[in-house]
């Protein structure tokens, strides 16, 4: 007896993949199963912070966790009005205003968002310094002889960091209010304008409501980088949540202890995410019309040069200035320069990046499509969980792993005793197979995302006419929507090897003995204030992120 897929007849003995997710059933219930792995990290923290034999829970509480959060609310609220400040100023006075420079301040504006946190830290920390050239400049300009000649801002502070996170992550709010700005209606503003308003009363009262959710989304998401963030925060040596979980787990060696602060962060993500969905639950705005390149407001004199001094500021000194140090410092002492290291690390740094890459964009396919081909509760819920690991910051997302794999490998251990195949050390044992596994379950949700959009812009009609032809899922898949998919794939995958090129806190905690990426050398070089000596690696990080940020750029375009 055969199985025929389409026109072809199979043997049984031949099952080929394509016969094997020829049938819708297999889809839905695979999709589920790849959602149960994704929640394997915040099913180990969940195990850990309960287990009674290392439970300090009550020692944290009454030490150190409160420092924790309070550092930790004291860096998002900082954040949350930098990024709030810059972001939505440069986004609408791009989209609604007409002054010099405005095209080129469009793309320029997002640059700062290839900037990794840490690296812009390691750099101004460097150049602000007291033995740093500002300051050398000062005291001899001055003729200054100490610092009790005068003042000078500590940039190691909860004030340097809150600076330094806002300069890098605004574009978040930049990128959405600027497109919330350009989709507004012009009949809206122009009513505004025939009262004799002003730009600024017509931002407040008009464009600034209609684009909260935007703003909103974006602060959010600059929000969770805050909280995920490493280097920087250990680098300015502020203890917070994220600080914490390295604190306990390599400090104290607790790993229960490390999982119940890496729950309150977790809590900390979930509470800004029903905050972020809460406060556009009932806001509702339907567009009529649309702007189609007229810019609303012309600025000139003086108004048309604070505009370009507010769009030139973040530019300056979130991308530009500490590229040209970093550059400068490339240059600086080459004998110093390790080839051979710096093309090891780089080597290592592309090959995960790589194969994160690809795992994330094919399990993207499978699970997006997945839901196109079934329309039942459990797989929607499964695809919105198995996008849950982009909102957990990697530090708890790799204690997470660690536990699990842990609790796994005890199963495994005793089975693997008894088989002749099998070894002690078999698959869940950490090294490069939780760092993929982790990278694939922080970075899922983009290439779920990206699939899903691409989906959405093919018609069903497609689907129904293969299938006519005799194509089953699978085949429909690979002849019909792969190569529509091509672009969004690409865009993705370019998206996730960026992200995974910048990922630290994860990358520390799971990498494998002596393996080294181009962000953990960076941290460690930077740590121990040799930045001249790790600078060609962190200009190399950051010109990596340089092209998916014009992808962005033309992505915000296309949308006006």
Not at 365 to 377: A, D, M, N
Not at 438 to 456: K, P, Q, W
């Amino acid at each position: 007896m055969t199985e025929t897929l389409g026109a072809r007849p199979i043997h049984p003995k031949n099952r080929s993949l394509a016969q094997i997710f020829g049938t819708e059933r297999i889809w839905p219930k695979a999709s589920i199963l790849l959602c149960f792995f994704v929640l394997l990290p915040v099913i180990g923290l969940f195990w850990a912070s309960i287990s009674t034999d290392e439970n300090i829970w009550l020692h944290l509480l009454n030490s150190v966790l409160p420092k924790y959060i309070f550092n930790s609310l004291i860096l998002m609220a900082g954040v949350c009005l930098g990024v709030t400040i810059i972001g939505t100023s440069t986004a609408w006075l791009i989209a609604m205003c007409q002054f010099p420079g405005r095209k080129v301040f469009g793309w320029m504006l997002i640059l700062p968002l290839a900037m990794p946190g840490y690296v812009i830290a390691y750099v101004y920390t460097d150049f602000l310094e007291y033995s740093g050239p500002v300051q050398n400049s000062l005291r001899t300009l001055f003729y200054w002889t100490s610092t009790q000649d005068y003042w000078f801002p500590e940039i190691r502070s909860h004030g340097g960091a809150i600076i330094l996170l806002s300069l890098v992550l605004y574009p978040y709010v930049y990128a959405l209010a600027r497109a919330a700005f350009s989709e507004q209606t012009a009949s809206l503003s122009e009513a505004g304008r025939m009262l004799g308003q002003s730009p600024m009363k017509v931002f407040f009262s008009v464009s600034l409501p209609l684009a909260r959710p935007a703003i909103v989304v974006g602060v959010t998401l600059s929000l969770m980088e805050t909280l995920s963030d490493y280097g920087t925060v250990d680098y300015f040596a502020i203890r917070t949540l994220t600080a914490g979980i390295f604190d306990v787990w390599f400090g104290m060696e607790n790993r229960s202890g490390a999982a119940q602060i890496a729950l309150v962060l977790l809590a900390f993500i979930i509470l800004l995410v029903w905050l972020e969905r809460t406060s556009r639950r009932k806001q509702k705005v339907h567009n009529t019309s649309r702007i189609t390149g007229e810019v609303k407001f012309q600025l000139k004199g003086w108004r048309s040069m604070a505009a370009i001094i507010c769009c030139g500021i973040p530019i300056v000194f979130g991308f530009l200035l500490p590229a040209i140090i970093l550059a400068k410092y490339s240059s600086y002492n080459t004998h110093l320069f390790k080839l051979d290291d710096y093309l090891k690390y780089t080597g290592n740094s592309v090959f995960l990046a790589f194969a994160s890459a690809v795992l994330c964009m094919a399990l993207g396919v499978f699970i997006g499509y997945s839901q196109r081909l079934s329309s039942h509760w459990s797989v929607k819920l499964s695809t919105r969980f198995s996008t849950i690991g982009y909102a957990i910051p990697g530090a708890a997302l790799a204690v997470g792993l660690m536990i699990s794999f842990g609790l796994i490998n005890e199963i495994i251990i005793p089975v693997s005793n008894s088989s002749s195949f099998l070894t002690s050390s078999f698959f869940l044992s950490g090294g490069l197979v939780a760092l993929l596994f982790a990278y694939t379950v922080r970075f899922l949700a983009i290439s779920v995302g990206s699939v899903e959009s691409g989906l959405e812009k093919i018609t069903p009609n497609m689907d129904m006419a293969s299938r006519t032809l005799g194509n089953g899922p699978f085949l429909t898949l690979c002849r019909i929507h792969f190569p529509l998919l091509r672009r969004t794939l690409i865009a993705g995958s370019i998206l996730v090897f960026v992200d995974t090129m910048k990922e630290l806190p994860a990358t520390l905690i799971l990498r494998p003995f002596n393996f080294e990426t181009l962000a953990t050398f960076v941290y460690q070089y930077a740590s121990d204030e040799l930045l001249i000596e790790c600078a060609p690696a962190a200009l190399t990080i950051v010109l990596a992120g340089i092209f998916p940020v014009i992808l962005l750029n033309a992505a915000i375009d296309d949308k006006k």
